[in-house]
């Protein structure tokens, strides 16, 4: 699903990443249509929005003329509501047609057009991932807090290291 008007390249990329059909994997392009609908209300103007089952390496051309990159995605382990974590560039990818991680596309990136653009995973805590599942609400509730705290940021983290938004509801404020 693509949801970036023909135009300027806009600074930020939301790269959502799951299946739909798989329960809380769904939670990347749920936080995708989340962030389209703070849009039509006139908010986050430099973000680019996009959503996919999984990332190819085709993906390397939505990365150009990027400053930064969020890939969004669902996570079966780890701290909730979400953990988000720098990527850096894979030192060696496989060269596969169907599938890449956020270190391989950036790698890819940085070997076909130069320095790839900041990116980030945002991994958003989800439970069940069962072909046929709904979103769990124990899952809503974790793409609700991280949709709250991207908008609140603007799409642009803090700083340059990881943060973990555990149950203590700790979150750095924005500026």
């Not at 806009?10 to 849009?39: K, M, W, Y």
């Not at 060696?92 to 270190?103: D, I, L, Q, V």
């Not at 076909?112 to 989800?126: F, K, S």
Request: proline share 11%.
């Amino acid at each position: 699903m693509r949801i970036e008007r023909l135009g300027a390249v806009r600074p930020v990329l939301a790269l959502g990443i799951g299946n739909p059909s798989r329960g809380d994997d769904a939670i990347g392009p749920l936080l995708i249509e989340a962030l389209a609908d703070v849009q039509a209300r006139g908010g986050l103007p430099d973000v680019a929005l996009l959503a996919d089952d999984q990332l190819l390496p085709e993906h390397v051309l939505d990365l150009r003329g990027r400053a930064l990159v969020i890939f969004a995605d669902a996570a079966a382990s780890g701290p909730a509501p979400f953990a988000l974590r720098p990527v850096v560039p894979a030192t060696r990818f496989a060269h596969a047609t169907h599938t890449s991680s956020p270190g391989e596309l950036l790698a890819l990136m940085a070997s076909l057009y130069g320095t790839p653009p900041r990116a980030w995973v945002l991994a958003i805590r989800g439970f069940r991932f069962t072909l046929g599942d709904p979103l769990s609400p124990r899952a809503r509730a974790n793409l609700d807090s991280a949709t709250d705290w991207l908008v609140q940021w603007d799409c642009r983290p803090p700083g340059p290291g990881p943060l973990d938004v555990g149950g203590s509801g700790s979150m750095p404020r924005s500026p």
